[in-house]
């Protein structure tokens, strides 16, 4: 049984979507610096674009459709929760799940196609960059997957249904970075 | 409202009878009182391990070469470890879990008015993992090359190359170690940050919340917010170390100031984390102890709030002689001087509290008075390393680590003894032994500046860190320096010794010593209103407590009594 501490609602704001929100403010200064540390040294090194060329842009832009088709997905379950409909919003979830493992499969072949060519993570400073990165956000994703199957389960029971949008903002975060690391790592040449 | 205190008392009925018992109950507890003393007292025996490095090392520096009682001859490699691992852990598994942790997790719901913390298992999982970062860095001591030997700021190529460090094993260790821990304070502030938000007691208002939740509620956001870049360099150095990788290394395209600039983007605002809980526990113990309406409390808290921006600003102040740009030196310069306006406001505002008290000399007043004056050398003395021009000549002195010591030491023991006896009696339920406490006070303060004063000597005098043996060097083996480093010594000794009757002091009280009333020190914060210790849930569930004024309305006119706690009716 949850503490009265967790029943409370000083701001008015839900425990659970204010904690989100921390999470994401954490998780935001994490890709920050990551992605601040990529962005300086490409520019020192502009001979990068030679390694960033080898990137698959179509994968990336099917990854990058799949990954906002899942988040829409996420909004509907979000908008089937607030009507009650634990089943709706549960299978809503698990549309969004699939698109998480399909995303992590497309991105296994793109990783090992680039393997096999040569272009590991000690290949050069790009390299380096970009498995790390995307390999972050991989993470990310994985964990959200997991997650969303806890909710999921107890969406399908009509409980706990507030965790569905709090699950959703996280999904969209996920969904965000992405946007950042899709242009950066594959667009610019 | 009777019918939410009623849906309130059955969901905590509920609460109550769940849980483990016997044994278990304190391993496996939700219970952020015992959550709190699971990180203290795994803080505290850290303390006993990082304390017995600093002895070990400062043997050889005193006499070198010559064989140290109850550890032997300490080899070069051993030097870098016990250096290193005394730094990392007196920083993150002294500092960070006792003044953050512990008295986060043990004072935040109390003086807030509330039953537990809002995520009780997240904050179960946040010990858990601070737990295993603690097996893991131990263990890193004494793998095949022994433990970690790059310093705690673990500078690469030093620190990414095991053709360097020689540890390759220990080096990785170390920072899955470091990395478990930021995991472990990261759960367990978003819960601190949240909790503060949402669970306070009903009538609890903004400017109502006393100074320490507040205090540590800054800190976790401002280690929230600054241990992100770090994170992403500590993955990356990781990689560096186990993948091959060349994120640091400028032959392969990397640059090892990126790291610098990571590890002090975090490092710098790291200074605050810990010193915002030790300034809050001084603020509330001081207001106590003068009798008196704390001065200024919305200066404080937005000099803490204007702190808090600022040292996001100033990180580059550790690298003035790293080859960054002169131009860059004097906006860093100018940054670092500016935060010293809004922490001397806060100590102008500690000492304009005491001004016209009723002050009594208790135990935890003494510790608190010792953290002012003490913080406020550590403090001076930093502008002279925040100016660049000066930094220039101190860098990677003595005068550096004595400075930092004179930060860190009142924050995290100074503090943190402040902080223990004033709250032990509520934590126990027991009063500690007055004379005892205050033998243990002054055989720490005192022997405390006979370590550092003599170090700050030194360090004007050339003397540089990082050296394993100074007989190496014949310009710092002069006389007046031998004699000056055989001090710091012997005073780290005596100040090591009269930490057994602090010991003493605990285990004697909890076994034979008075018991502890309710509000032993006449205080006006909601925690003093319940018993001491407190049951599970902290209040009677229909009992839980209602604010009608702020925290520190001590020696009202209109009162008899000279305190004025915040849950009684108007």
Same mark, same amino acid.
């Given at each position: 049984?949850?503490?009265?501490?967790?029943?409370?609602?000083?701001?008015?704001?839900?425990?659970?979507?204010?904690?989100?929100?921390?999470?994401?403010?954490?998780?935001?200064?994490?890709?920050?610096?990551?992605?601040?540390?990529?962005?300086?040294h490409?520019?020192?090194?502009?001979?990068?674009?030679?390694?960033?060329?080898?990137?698959?842009?179509?994968?990336?832009?099917?990854?990058?459709f799949?990954?906002?088709?899942?988040?829409?997905?996420?909004?509907?379950?979000?908008?089937?929760?607030?009507?009650?409909?634990?089943?709706?919003?549960?299978?809503?979830?698990?549309?969004?799940?699939?698109?998480?493992?399909?995303?992590?499969?497309?991105k296994?072949?793109?990783?090992?196609?680039?393997?096999?060519?040569?272009?590991?993570?000690?290949?050069?400073?790009?390299?380096?960059?970009?498995?790390?990165?995307?390999?972050?956000h991989?993470?990310h994703?994985?964990?959200?997957?997991?997650?969303?199957?806890?909710?999921?389960?107890?969406?399908?029971?009509?409980?706990?249904?507030?965790?569905?949008?709090?699950?959703?903002?996280?999904?969209?975060?996920?969904?965000?970075?992405?946007?950042?690391?899709?242009?950066?790592?594959?667009?610019?040449? | 409202?009777?019918?939410?205190?009623?849906?309130?008392?059955?969901?905590?009925?509920?609460?109550?009878?769940?849980?483990?018992?016997?044994?278990?109950?304190?391993?496996?507890?939700?219970?952020?009182?015992?959550?709190?003393?699971?990180?203290?007292?795994?803080?505290?025996?850290m303390?006993?391990?990082?304390?017995?490095?600093?002895?070990?090392?400062?043997?050889?520096?005193?006499?070198?070469?010559?064989?140290v009682?109850?550890?032997?001859?300490?080899?070069?490699g051993?030097?870098?470890?016990?250096?290193?691992?005394?730094?990392?852990?007196?920083?993150f598994? &002294?500092?960070?879990? /006792?003044?953050? +942790?512990?008295?986060?997790? !043990?004072?935040?719901? @109390?003086?807030? =008015?509330?039953? %537990?913390?809002?995520?009780?298992?997240?904050?179960?999982?946040?010990?858990?993992?601070?737990?295993?970062?603690?097996?893991v860095?131990?263990?890193?001591?004494?793998?095949?090359?022994?433990?970690?030997?790059?310093?705690?700021?673990?500078?690469?190529?030093?620190?990414?190359?095991?053709?360097?460090?020689?540890?390759?094993?220990?080096a990785?260790?170390?920072?899955?170690?470091?990395?478990?821990?930021?995991?472990?304070?990261?759960?367990?502030?978003?819960?601190?940050?949240?909790?503060?938000m949402?669970s306070?007691?009903?009538?609890?208002?903004?400017?109502?919340?006393?100074?320490?939740?507040?205090?540590?509620?800054?800190?976790?956001?401002?280690?929230?917010?600054? &241990?992100?870049?770090? /994170?992403?360099? +500590?993955?990356?150095?990781? !990689?560096?170390?186990? @993948?091959?990788? =060349?994120?640091? %290394?400028?032959?392969?395209?990397?640059?090892?100031?990126?790291?610098?600039?990571?590890?002090?983007?975090?490092?710098?605002?790291e200074?605050?984390?810990?010193?915002?809980?030790?300034?809050?526990?001084?603020?509330?113990?001081?207001?106590?102890?003068?009798?008196?309406?704390?001065f200024?409390?919305?200066?404080?808290?937005?000099?803490?709030?204007?702190?808090?921006?600022?040292?996001?600003?100033?990180?580059?102040?550790?690298?003035?002689?790293?080859?960054?740009?002169?131009?860059?030196?004097?906006?860093?310069?100018?940054?670092?001087?500016?935060?010293?306006?809004?922490?001397?406001?806060?100590?102008?505002?500690?000492?304009?509290?005491?001004?016209?008290?009723s002050?009594?000399?208790?135990?935890?007043?003494?510790?608190?008075?010792?953290?002012?004056?003490?913080?406020?050398?550590? =403090?001076?003395?930093?502008?002279?390393?925040?100016?660049?021009?000066?930094?220039?000549?101190?860098?990677?002195?003595?005068?550096?680590?004595?400075?930092?010591?004179?930060?860190?030491?009142?924050?995290a023991?100074?503090?943190?003894?402040?902080?223990?006896?004033?709250?032990?009696?509520?934590?126990?339920?027991?009063?500690?032994?007055?004379?005892?406490?205050?033998?243990?006070?002054?055989?720490?303060?005192?022997?405390?500046?006979?370590?550092?004063?003599?170090?700050?000597?030194?360090?004007?005098?050339?003397?540089?860190?990082?050296?394993?043996?100074?007989?190496n060097?014949?310009?710092?083996?002069?006389?007046?320096?031998v004699?000056?480093?055989?001090?710091?010594?012997?005073?780290?000794?005596?100040?090591?010794?009269?930490q057994?009757?602090?010991?003493?002091?605990?285990?004697?009280?909890?076994?034979?010593?008075?018991?502890?009333?309710?509000?032993?020190?006449?205080?006006?914060?909601?925690?003093?209103?319940?018993?001491?210790?407190?049951?599970h849930?902290?209040?009677?569930?229909?009992?839980?407590?209602?604010?009608?004024?702020?925290?520190?309305?001590?020696?009202?006119?209109?009162?008899?009594?000279?305190?004025?706690?915040?849950?009684?009716?108007?």
């Open positions: 049984m949850k503490p009265i501490a967790t029943t409370r609602s000083a701001t008015g704001i839900p425990t659970g979507r204010l904690a989100i929100w921390w999470v994401l403010a954490s998780e935001i200064v994490i890709f920050g610096g990551l992605l601040g540390a990529y962005v300086m490409r520019i020192g090194h502009p001979e990068w674009a030679n390694a960033a060329a080898h990137t698959h842009t179509m994968i990336g832009a099917t990854n990058t799949i990954l906002l088709t899942s988040s829409f997905t996420a909004v509907l379950g979000h908008q089937a929760a607030e009507r009650g409909d634990g089943r709706k919003a549960g299978t809503f979830l698990v549309f969004t799940i699939i698109g998480a493992f399909l995303f992590l499969t497309l296994s072949f793109e990783w090992a196609s680039e393997i096999r060519e040569g272009f590991t993570i000690q290949a050069n400073g790009f390299w380096s960059f970009y498995y790390t990165a995307a390999g972050l991989a993470a994703v994985l964990v959200g997957a997991i997650v969303m199957m806890f909710v999921a389960r107890d969406a399908f029971r009509n409980r706990e249904l507030q965790r569905v949008e709090y699950v959703g903002i996280y999904w969209h975060f996920v969904d965000v970075i992405w946007i950042f690391l899709f242009p950066l790592l594959y667009i610019a040449k | 409202m009777a019918e939410a205190t009623a849906v309130e008392a059955r969901a905590h009925a509920e609460h109550e009878h769940h849980g483990p018992k016997g044994i278990l109950k304190y391993v496996w507890s939700t219970d952020h009182k015992i959550i709190g003393m699971q990180y203290m007292f795994t803080g505290m025996f303390a006993v391990i990082g304390g017995f490095m600093a002895y070990v090392f400062r043997m050889q520096l005193a006499f070198p070469g010559l064989s009682p109850g550890f032997g001859v300490v080899s070069p051993e030097y870098n470890a016990l250096i290193t691992n005394h730094g990392s852990i007196m920083i598994w &002294v500092a960070m879990p /006792v003044l953050i +942790a512990a008295f986060g997790n !043990f004072t935040i719901p @109390l003086m807030i =008015g509330a039953d %537990d913390m809002v995520f009780p298992r997240i904050n179960r999982l946040s010990y858990q993992v601070f737990f295993l970062s603690v097996l860095l131990l263990t890193s001591l004494f793998v095949k090359g022994g433990g970690f030997g790059g310093a705690w700021t673990s500078y690469p190529p030093l620190s990414a190359n095991s053709q360097y460090n020689l540890t390759r094993v220990g990785s260790m170390w920072l899955v170690a470091v990395m478990l821990e930021f995991v472990a304070f990261l759960l367990g502030g978003i819960n601190f940050i949240t909790t503060l949402n306070r007691a009903p009538g609890m208002k903004a400017y109502d919340i006393p100074m320490t939740p507040w205090m540590i509620v800054l800190a976790s956001i401002m280690f929230m917010l600054s &241990v992100g870049p770090l /994170v992403a360099g +500590a993955i990356m150095l990781l !990689f560096d170390q186990v @993948l091959g990788t =060349g994120f640091y %290394d400028p032959a392969r395209g990397g640059d090892p100031i990126l790291w610098q600039h990571l590890f002090w983007f975090f490092g710098h605002p200074v605050y984390v810990v010193l915002f809980p030790a300034m809050g526990i001084t603020i509330d113990v001081i207001a106590t102890f003068a009798r008196k309406k704390l200024g409390y919305k200066t404080i808290l937005y000099t803490a709030v204007a702190t808090s921006v600022l040292s996001f600003f100033v990180w580059a102040h550790h690298q003035f002689i790293a080859g960054i740009d002169p131009r860059m030196a004097n906006i860093f310069t100018i940054t670092t001087l500016l935060i010293s306006v809004p922490i001397a406001e806060m100590i102008f505002v500690v000492i304009a509290t005491l001004y016209g008290g002050i009594t000399l208790k135990t935890p007043m003494l510790w608190a008075l010792a953290f002012v004056g003490e913080f406020m050398i550590g =403090g001076v003395t930093g502008i002279f390393l925040g100016a660049s021009g000066a930094d220039i000549y101190l860098h990677d002195t003595y005068f550096v680590l004595a400075h930092f010591h004179y930060t860190f030491f009142p924050i023991i100074i503090g943190t003894f402040a902080a223990f006896t004033y709250w032990f009696p509520k934590m126990f339920g027991k009063m500690l032994n007055e004379t005892l406490g205050k033998i243990h006070f002054w055989g720490t303060v005192i022997p405390f500046n006979f370590i550092f004063i003599p170090l700050f000597i030194l360090g004007l005098g050339g003397q540089h860190r990082r050296i394993y043996n100074f007989q060097f014949p310009e710092l083996s002069v006389p007046w320096m004699h000056l480093r055989i001090i710091a010594t012997v005073s780290l000794i005596v100040m090591l010794a009269f057994l009757v602090f010991f003493v002091n605990v285990v004697w009280s909890l076994r034979k010593g008075p018991k502890a009333p309710k509000n032993p020190w006449n205080g006006n914060t909601l925690e003093w209103t319940t018993e001491s210790p407190p049951p849930g902290n209040w009677p569930a229909d009992q839980l407590p209602v604010v009608y004024r702020g925290p520190y309305e001590y020696g009202h006119p209109d009162r008899e009594e000279d305190y004025w706690p915040q849950n009684l009716p108007a």
